[in-house]
């Protein structure tokens, strides 16, 4: 049995399997006209996702298993690895589609219907291409991802990272970011000082001169963020800071992916 997650801002140029039961796809919408599209919905409440989302469609998850209690429990399990790759590519995904037949088979037979309540994704930029060297590294190392989800601060920060699109705020952009770069230290006490030597001992390890750019970046970006979420008057353009920002958690995140276990403070205090 089977069924498939729609997904728009990310394009893969060939399968590539995530975990069992689950494979992200190639995807072509570009036949489905909003009539078709419309006659696929089973209920009113699905129609406004589906013709938003719809023409947006460039990618899938195809979800596959023995029996349709395991179909659905990797189908609503795969809102995580939509996260994940979010994160992974600091990207804004979207996964609000599930459909019965697989994207270039829809027809007004399919049965489309609307999986995500929040409208994530739903932008106009250009969805991000996975290279070969991107799906290499998905290969490598997703699998770690999944099971490093088990670890609260891990999920808190990809959660965080990848929700972050859907606040047009950015003092609130800075403060979810900030909550998964702590989460995964775990500082509590001069917290400033800390997370910037732990993230420049931990981004660098052996490189100096990188590990004092990256520690004062990160104490001038806290100071940011500290600022951003007391409400103090600010100047300049927030976004540099958001993305600096975001970046760093990619960073980070990508960092214990590969590592396969987050950073430990006592390998880290000088």
């Known amino acids: 049995m089977e069924t498939f ?4 801002g990310i394009a893969v140029k060939s399968d590539i399997r995530l975990g069992e039961g689950i494979v992200l796809q ?3 919408t ?3 006209d909003l009539t078709t599209a419309l006659s696929a919905c089973r209920h009113p409440d699905d129609i406004a996702v589906v013709s938003a989302f719809i023409p947006r469609i460039r990618s899938q998850f195809r979800v596959s298993a023995n029996s349709s209690r395991d179909v659905s429990a990797i189908a609503w399990n795969s809102s995580w690895d939509a996260l994940l790759l979010s994160a992974i590519f600091q990207i804004e995904l979207g996964f609000n589609i599930q459909s019965d037949t697989p994207a270039h088979e829809i027809s007004a037979k399919s049965t489309l219907r ?3 309540r929040q409208m994530s994704g739903f932008n106009d ?4 291409i ?3 060297e991107d799906a290499r590294w998905l290969s490598d190392h997703f699998a770690v991802a999944r099971q490093l989800l088990n670890n609260e601060s891990f999920q808190t920060a990809v959660h965080c990272l990848a929700s972050m699109h859907w606040h047009p705020h950015p003092r609130i952009k800075l403060a979810v970011i900030w909550a998964g770069i702590e989460g995964i230290f775990g500082a509590t006490s001069e917290i400033r000082f800390r997370i910037s030597l732990y993230l420049a001992r931990y981004l660098a390890p052996d490189e100096v001169a990188e590990r004092k750019v990256i520690f004062e970046t990160v104490k001038k970006l806290y100071n940011v963020r500290s600022n951003a979420v007391h409400g103090t008057k600010l100047k300049g353009d927030l976004s540099v800071a958001v993305a600096e920002s975001a970046t760093l958690l990619n960073r980070l995140l990508k960092k214990c992916i590969e ?5 430990s403070e006592g390998d880290l205090v000088p």
């Open 259 to 263: 590592a396969g276990s987050l950073p």
């Open 30 to 32: 570009s036949h489905v």
């Open 5 to 8: 997650i729609l997904l728009n």
């Open 114 to 116: 609307a999986v995500h």
């Open 130 to 132: 996975v290279e070969e």
């Open 125 to 128: 930029v250009s969805p991000f």
């Open 26 to 28: 190639p995807a072509d």
